[in-house]
């Protein structure tokens, strides 16, 4: 039963919650649930626990449902922003935090979808979808943090990773860097690293993609932004180079 999985004061809010929830994910009405929260006649801390567990609930059954992940996080603004509720700095503290792990989750699905498109273009496309990817990394480095876009690239990768597929995503992935700007530069050194990492993981050999990248990591060298590139991640550059030698 999923009363087991509630936190007590659910169950203590009335049957509507319990009728929203379902007790199967087929019976989940995620509008009736957003409605009870935006309308939950309780304090702020029982709107915030209901959403975090809408969240849970959203992430493990229908995570690629952004209609509904977006549903949610309207939602959450019209809790956090609402003039009729005293909201504390701390409650003001949870919903951002959540709003992010939410807005995440989105830009997550967003890239892959993306870059998912371009890696299945014909080749002719190449420079329309390039394009397309720098226009995202602008508008991306607007809204999240460095930490938060290293891990929704990273995710990216781990669900479009393909050998066959790698020059073509080194070659986008470069597109997150626009010239001039360090915390781009940061993140696309950082998404290339992972790439070559990921393939030299893999044990196997591609030509057309060692050169491709032995090339770029000369040339990475050569941006005045490298110089703000931690020690550790200039480590990482040098033993790529030295892995490649062989094709420059």
Known sequence: ???????????????????????????????????????????????????????????????????????????????????????????????????????????????TALFKQALESPEHELGKWQ??????????????????????IGSVLKRLYRLEKASAMAAFLYQLYMVGNKDSFQLMVYSELLLYERYKSGGQQRPQFGSYMAKMWQSLQMEEPYATLDQAVKQRLLDAIIDLLGYL
């Not at 949610?72 to 992010?100: A, F, P, W, Y």
């Not at 995202?136 to 876009?149: E, N, T």
Request: glycine share 6%.
């Open 131 to 152: 394009l397309a990817i720098g226009r995202h990394s602008r508008r991306f480095h607007c809204l999240f943090k460095p930490a938060q876009l290293q891990k929704i």
């Open 1 to 111: 039963m999923i009363g087991k999985s509630l936190p007590l004061f659910l169950l203590l809010l009335g049957p509507s919650i319990i009728e929203a929830l379902g007790t199967q994910v087929v019976c989940y009405d995620n509008k009736r649930m957003l409605s009870l929260i935006e309308g939950l006649n309780g304090t702020v801390d029982e709107q915030l626990s209901l959403a975090a567990f809408t969240w849970g609930k959203l992430r493990a059954d229908y995570p690629r449902d952004v209609a509904k992940i977006e549903d949610l996080d309207e939602t959450m603004q019209h809790v956090m922003c609402s003039k009729d509720k005293n909201i504390t700095l701390s409650q003001h503290l949870q919903g951002h935090l959540l709003r992010e792990h939410i807005r995440e989750h989105l830009e997550t699905l967003n890239s």
